[in-house]
């Protein structure tokens, strides 16, 4: 399963080509070749720029030539904007003239019938033969500010001034999603770098323009939109990529919902696939999942401009005890922590606050701020000294003509120390004039988010990455792949393993089993039952028979040789007469695994994202409750502990009723080697452990059942 | 429990007094009597204004008095803004001069010392005994924009026009609250009623003025902002009454976490009490509960200008896939339904759109609409007469220059169709032109939503809420307080009820128990085996002793007399061995009861709220799941209905690996009389049904053990 990547080379291509030729380029700016023709001219891009179109001679003053193969120089990127049935000749033209990548903007492929996704395995593959790159199509093409290169028809550059200039790149399947960022981020002062439209995917993946991103040194923060994911594994490896280099990624996965999902299907042709793998991927990753474009907004606004805080504990400063009440609400929800404020902190407080106002944390200056501004300066720069304290934030709602020499004070408090704030809350008056001063306020570097959700989200979101890497880097982290084990064979005929086969394949992978042997007379039955030790249980083996017990195929608790001749008699008749027609490989004896925890263990290939493990506690848990936690593998230890943290009936491990803790290493253990297997053996479709036996700790479990299934 | 409301005419001499009279009224701005009483000049008032302060002789040309009792002429109510300690001799001389209401500014009572919570109690006292009516303290006051009434000093007129007057009334125990929604919505063209700054409700209670504003005419919505409520008993009457009458209430409550509550506590000395009995409570009335300030202000723009949708059914149309699919998925999410459109509509749609865009619902019209815009205008059109469809959904993002257009395009279709639209989205351009095109919108009565969370949220409640005023109209929904039965006697001298005493209550209110007699000697038990039947259960029966098992206090599956005989001596032998000074009541001599489902009811008296029912599966799912259901006392029907469907586990109601559904109505039935039970019996703080059995539908349940717990 090992990955190909393109090459650095290649997406620089993309990026920072020396030439760029428009095929289809037209002085109409109402189409979108014409559009993105006018923009690559006009924003400062320095390569060559061609145009191809057999009805012009010039457009815009550019010298136009009938087709690409009569351009006299090299090419290295051309962004095709023709229409749809044309597209295939031009790629090849493309390939024959030897440009490195090209842009599709033209819609009307798999997201709109059948014969599209044809076409796209055909650019895919010219594009494999040829080594020339392919975004798109379905598309509105890239931007690049480090260069001005704007190959696209979808933005115009806002007319504002940036404080914070290539602060962002963007992967979007969606060309609003992007626009739609681009404009609100810039119009609060954040600069983009780049933004790729991916469209359908047809060559280059989300995945791959991730790649490119993560590995480039000028990237700072990522953001992401996404319908479908086409290889899962590949993100898998970049995003942790990602956390090892501290590029904070942030993705928008719609098609949560089983309608959003069927229109993600006609507007890119993405098969969303399940929301909660993704969740999965996401977690496991340190990717921040949005669920919107505000959330996206808040974050950029508090991670750019600001310091970067330390840790989660914050004080909360506020001119009014309703503000100070619902922030501290969302920060405990957010898992911020309202810091202890050191005595001497309290006491430089006391000494401003009036008698009425509350100095523990959060802090309510009280509207008494507004005629005595230094109370609330005073109170910022002491929250701001105290070593308790990683963020100070401030909770403001007044009007504008009140609160412009406050907020003079607040900046200079925040000259003077170096702790973060963020500024929470509105100002009241005539736009403009409201414009400037929080305009001031975030130059200064105090994000300013107005919606108490998004900042505190944002800053707890920001938190918990900051903590994510850490611990990544400081835990050993590389997922077993099965390579350093023997290989496994996998002889067997029978797309599905019954138990004693299946068990056979655990084992070579370490996972302990409950002791059986596979029989077919009741000697054999009665040998093996002296060697793994009475009590026993009895199974059929047959991969026709699913639900055992329902055909009489199961017997548990024999206790002596003479119930089990009883027993085997028993089973092979009734197997006989229920199952005439079914395949029987024999019988199971089995040693009966002494009572314990019972977890089910199990193991799905996804055709997106690849192997998936699954833990759960069973029983009304796992079937009434969908109380399980998915991971896509391969696994980190680190995953696999997370896995047990994440089901709500956690408590069940720690004891229950007077019990005692379970074996967590067992179950970990258990869940890396699953990991393994399905890394190592792509023939293995779905693997099952259930129950999964625990014992309290530092006894071990073992596997009392299990089925796998291979692929045909 | 009667509950007493104020007067009408009580809270008419506070917002609608003939005069006023401003004690302590200055003309120092910087003071909050001094901001109210400019306030109540300034505002288009047009009662009889006083001020009253012994150090001036007159203020902005108004007489002032030295002390009230100087004031000629009758005053209906009176602002206070003096100190703390001058308070309550002030007040003293309003119930003297017979002011009819009263408004406290002050600060610096129970939210600032223990000392204040005794003042706030003579506060209420002197209320009672005069019959003046307090508003505060620690409040900001009061607006009234029917006339002109602005008795507050935290707020301006916004210097903005409205397009829809008169549209809101808020009840805020924070200032900073209300003050913040005053300018937001103002800001987007939507005018205030009333509102009420009700501080620390040493009087007059959320649950008051919230009844007033129920019972007049010209309240259409109403907004809360609670800390912690003090009569949730009076609030679940006049919120059921709310619904009655139609009114929308919406509420944040604060204090959802640990460290909010305590913020709460000090900011207006409220207990913010269990944050889930307060969901409880909004969910069983209706009440929309909100999370912050702008989910209140989307409601608004949502709720106010625009046509009422008649149910669920979304028709969402968008000028990108991107925003289509982000729309689909939140409208999934949030409970409304993407309708399945008419052959007709989609043939009407087809005929316009490109071949690559789809008429399947979401509607995506692609970037196409920007050159044609008939293409989206035909769209909508088509949507809005589908008479699947209840409301259209656009989603529009787009340069401020090139929507002008079809931004007229899109009202003229509105004027011509009669269902609602929302608009989700944002121009961007120019600030001003901007804003003055999203007016246009807005004025045309096209709510117009930027963040697409709030926007969707604030339709699924919309829609929501009247489903639930529909639902509670046609559901016999007076619930039952115990009065039609005869009155139960309480004469048991302990706290503890134990089971044999818990049974007789709980047969006094008709809950089916399991036949059983309190035995005292074997003889006894005897009898008592052979008049309820074998197989029986012993129980210890002692107030002393709550785990019988430890003890050796249970035996269960007693055959037969032989058995009993045997059981009968052990257990008295250990009981009198282990539990020498336990207080032994007997030995109840029990049926056992046949299996069935297990459940728990339980109910518990909250100091704030009342009586809470509660109802939960047991076992795991109560112990290490917490997935329980709770209502506030008295119960409707459809309460106790929405208990079975509000667990997580309720698919263990309907038949569990092929099990038959339990009887739910015996379910109900037993909540209902739990629910009557408590509000009969003030002196019952606490019972218990755990296990109550409940059998397949149609065979009943049974208590199968319980315990009450009394007042002392």
């Known amino acids: ?28 700016i109402n189409t979108p070749h014409g559009k993105a023709f006018k923009s690559i001219q006009e924003n400062g891009y320095q390569g060559k720029i061609y145009a191809v179109n057999p009805n012009y001679k010039d457009i815009n003053g550019i010298e136009c030539y009938a087709t690409l193969l009569d351009i006299p120089g090299p090419v290295d990127m051309a962004v095709i904007g023709v229409a749809a049935d044309r597209t295939m000749p031009i790629l090849r033209e493309c390939a024959e003239k030897g440009v490195k990548s090209v842009v599709i903007l033209t819609s009307g492929f798999s997201e709109a019938h059948a014969q599209g996704k044809n076409v796209e395995a055909e650019m895919a593959s010219l594009a494999k033969k040829s080594g020339m790159r392919i975004l798109g199509p379905n598309c509105v093409g890239l931007i690049n500010n480090f260069n001005g290169l704007w190959a696209t028809f979808a933005a115009s550059q806002p007319d504002v001034s940036v404080e914070f200039p290539h602060a962002f790149d ?28 991916i469209g359908n995917q047809a060559d280059l993946t989300f995945s791959d323009v991730l790649n490119y991103l993560v590995h480039d040194k000028k990237t700072k923060i990522i953001g992401g939109y996404i319908e479908g994911l086409k290889d899962g594994q590949k993100f898998l490896q970049v995003a942790r990529c990602a956390l090892e280099r501290e590029k904070i990624v942030l993705a928008m996965k719609v098609g949560r919902t089983e309608a959003g999902a069927r229109a993600a299907l006609s507007h890119t042709g993405s098969l969303a696939g399940s929301d909660r793998l993704y969740d999965a991927l996401f977690r496991q990753t340190g990717v921040i999942r949005i669920d919107d474009i505000e ?14 805080p330390k840790g989660r504990r914050v004080a909360v400063v506020s ?13 405990a929800h957010f898992g911020l922590e309202i810091a202890k404020l050191e005595a001497k902190t309290r006491e430089a407080m006391d000494s401003v606050l009036p008698s009425f106002a509350s100095s523990a944390n959060p802090i309510d200056v009280t509207s008494q701020a507004i005629t005595e501004p230094e109370i609330l300066s005073r109170c910022l720069e002491a929250a701001a000294l105290d070593p308790n304290v990683d963020t100070v934030i401030l909770s403001f709602h007044m009007q504008y003509m009140m609160s412009k020499g406050i907020i003079r004070d607040i900046l200079n408090v925040y000259k003077k120390v170096d702790k ?48 994510r890497v850490r611990e990544y880097k400081h835990s050993f982290c590389f997922p077993r792949t099965g390579t350093q084990r023997q290989p496994l064979k996998l002889p067997y005929e029978s797309k599905i393993l019954t138990e004693h086969k299946a068990m056979d394949v655990l084992k070579h992978y370490d996972i302990p089993c409950v002791p059986g042997e596979i029989t077919v007379t009741v000697g054999e039955a009665i040998l093996a039952a002296e060697r793994v030790g009475y009590p026993v249980a009895l199974k059929i083996q047959s991969p026709d028979i699913l639900h055992k017990s329902d055909v009489g195929g199961l017997r548990l608790n024999i206790a002596n040789e003479q119930e089990l001749r009883v027993s085997f008699a028993d089973l092979t008749e009734q197997i006989s007469r229920n199952q005439p027609n079914s395949l029987i490989e024999g019988v199971l004896l089995q040693k009966m695994a002494p009572k314990g925890q019972e977890i089910i263990i199990g193991m799905k290939r996804d055709p997106n994202l690849g192997p998936v493990v699954m833990f759960g506690l069973g029983g009304v848990f796992t079937e009434v409750l969908e109380d399980v936690s998915f991971k896509i593998a391969p696994l980190t230890r680190y995953d696999a502990e997370e896995m047990l943290k994440e089901i709500n009936g956690k408590k069940i491990l720690e004891g229950y009723r007077g019990g005692a803790a379970v074996d967590k290493k067992a179950i970990v253990k258990a869940l890396l080697r699953i990991s393994e297997m399905a890394m190592a053996n792509e023939k293995i479709l779905e693997a099952d452990i259930n129950p999964f036996i625990v014992y309290d700790r530092g006894q071990g479990g073992v596997a009392a059942d299990s089925i796998i299934i291979l692929a045909d």
Chains 1, 2 share one sequence.
């Open 420 to 467: 973060p704030f963020l500024f929470v809350g509105r100002l009241f008056g005539p736009a403009q004039e409201v414009a400037c001063l929080e305009n001031e306020i975030f130059k200064a570097g105090i994000p300013i988010i107005k919606d108490v959700n998004h900042a505190i989200w944002a800053l707890s979101s920001l938190v918990n990455w900051d903590e």
């Open 170 to 197: 963007l992967i979007s399947q969606s060309g609003f999603f992007g626009v739609a960022i681009y404009q609100m981020i810039m119009e609060h002062g954040i600069g983009f770098a780049r933004y790729a439209s």
């Open 319 to 331: 001119v009014s005890g309703g503000g100070a009440v619902i922030l501290t609400d969302k920060c």
């Open 295 to 308: 959330q996206l907004v808040a974050f950029l606004l508090l991670a750019v401009p600001g310091r970067r």
């Open 1 to 28: 399963m090992a990955q190909e990547y393109p090459q650095f080379e290649e997406m620089e291509s993309l990026f920072q080509p020396g030439s760029v030729a428009v095929v289809g380029a037209s002085p109409n």
